[in-house]
């Protein structure tokens, strides 16, 4: 582990430095490594292990996200299977169905967990709500999580780069004394740039505060209510988004990205930086007890509960669909795609 110093409090996180590939495929030389799910992370998951030279498969049913696999290159009966099947193959299982539906498939995945094999995550969900989830592994598996910080296109996208997103990892059970080196091994294999340690419980609590905050629900809400300010006064739809949206995404987001808050200040006039230090604290302030209900939220399991309700309902899909649609044809999100297909690379 390398020590290292994030904002004056030292961690230890795992680096590629110090634990290169061929250590991780070393350690996983002998498992068969079974990607349950071609979703999100099933798709960048399996794919980044399969370039990174392990031996992977892939279970998923039958239907259109099947003919993805297939089309990635997945073949059927060699690499790609019924979910049963790979189960059964697998020595490590990687369960990436969505949270609610690996509550349903558990009793199936549970049937397959001989002595000896592995249960992965990417999520502490099912273990930490266990009471909710119903998903109790057998004492004599290992169970460990490997968590990418990001959508499981971005990994794969990265990923091809040259690139790689941070991952958490955590051990839940260690039954072959091993568990904690294989859970590294994954999340090296998976493409991650460094991984840092956490329990089921910490990634789960995080996780669900951090994509109802700022990275989902929040970024959201502020860009309505500021586009909606702006269009309140008279201003043009492309020019509240640009002024709302496009410029940081397109303009002030990769500065931010590339050297901190500080530089992409820096990067703009006087005048911006001189508001902007003026504005952040009252909205720090004023959404502070937000988050704070937010976390409260997940803290009481009330969110896992909404979860799990309303994700478990055969129509989820649908209404999810309903609910992306009513954002996506909403006049700010509109006036978005414009501006995307102006873009100059676009046109
Ligand atoms: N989406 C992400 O990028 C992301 C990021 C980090 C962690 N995670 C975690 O990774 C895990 C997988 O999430 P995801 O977003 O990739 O899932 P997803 O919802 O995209 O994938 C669902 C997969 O499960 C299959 N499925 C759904 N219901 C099923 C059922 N009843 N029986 C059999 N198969 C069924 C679908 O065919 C699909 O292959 C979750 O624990 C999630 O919290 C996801
Ligand atoms: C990609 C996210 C938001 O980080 C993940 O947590 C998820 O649930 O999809
Ligand atoms: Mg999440
Ligand atoms: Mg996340």
Redesign the pocket.
């Known amino acids: 582990m390398a020590t290292i110093n994030f904002g004056g409090v030292e961690e230890q996180v795992v680096t590629r430095e110090e634990f290169p590939l061929e250590k991780a495929r070393e350690v996983l030389a002998n498992e068969t490594i079974a990607v349950?799910?071609?979703?999100?992370?099933?798709?960048?998951q399996s794919l980044n292990m399969r370039d990174n030279g392990f031996n992977v498969i892939v279970g998923?049913?039958k239907?259109?996200?099947?003919d993805k696999a297939v089309a990635d290159g997945w073949v059927p009966g060699e690499t790609l299977f019924e979910?049963g099947e790979a189960l059964e193959k697998g020595t490590i299982i990687c369960?990436?169905?969505?949270?609610?539906?690996?509550i349903?498939?558990w009793p199936t995945v549970k049937a397959a967990l001989v002595p000896g094999k592995s249960l992965y995550?990417?999520?502490g969900?099912?273990i930490t709500y266990k009471e909710k989830t119903g998903i109790v592994p057998p004492a004599d598996v290992d169970v460990f999580l490997v968590?990418?910080?990001?959508?499981?296109?971005?990994?794969r996208r990265l990923f091809v780069e040259g690139k790689g997103l941070n991952s958490s990892f955590a051990v839940y059970q260690d039954a072959s004394g091993n568990a904690r080196t294989k859970a590294i091994a994954m999340g090296i294999g998976v493409g991650s740039g460094y991984l840092f340690e956490t329990d089921f419980y910490k990634e789960v609590t995080s996780?669900l505060t951090g994509e109802r905050g700022t990275l989902m629900g929040a970024i959201q809400g502020i860009f309505a209510a500021q586009y909606d300010v702006l269009r309140a006064n008279g201003h043009s739809p492309s020019e509240a988004f640009n002024e709302t949206v496009e410029e940081l995404t397109q303009s002030l987001m990769p500065l931010v990205a590339e050297n901190g808050m500080d530089w992409m200040y820096a990067n703009c006039s006087t005048t911006a930086q001189r508001g902007a230090l003026d504005w952040w604290k009252p909205f720090r302030d004023a959404s502070k007890p937000v988050f704070e209900q937010l976390y409260n939220s997940v803290k009481s399991q009330e969110q896992a509960e909404i979860s799990i309700t309303r994700n478990s309902q055969p129509d989820y899909r649908e209404k999810l669909e309903v609910e992306l649609a009513e954002l996506r044809e909403s006049e700010m999100w509109q006036a978005g795609k414009a501006v995307r297909s102006l873009r100059p690379e676009r046109s």
């Open positions: 349950i799910g071609y979703g999100v992370q099933g798709p960048g998923q049913r239907g259109k996200t099947y979910i369960f990436l169905l969505s949270d609610a539906a690996q349903e498939l995550f990417s999520h969900f099912g968590a990418p910080k990001g959508s499981g296109t971005s990994l996780d």
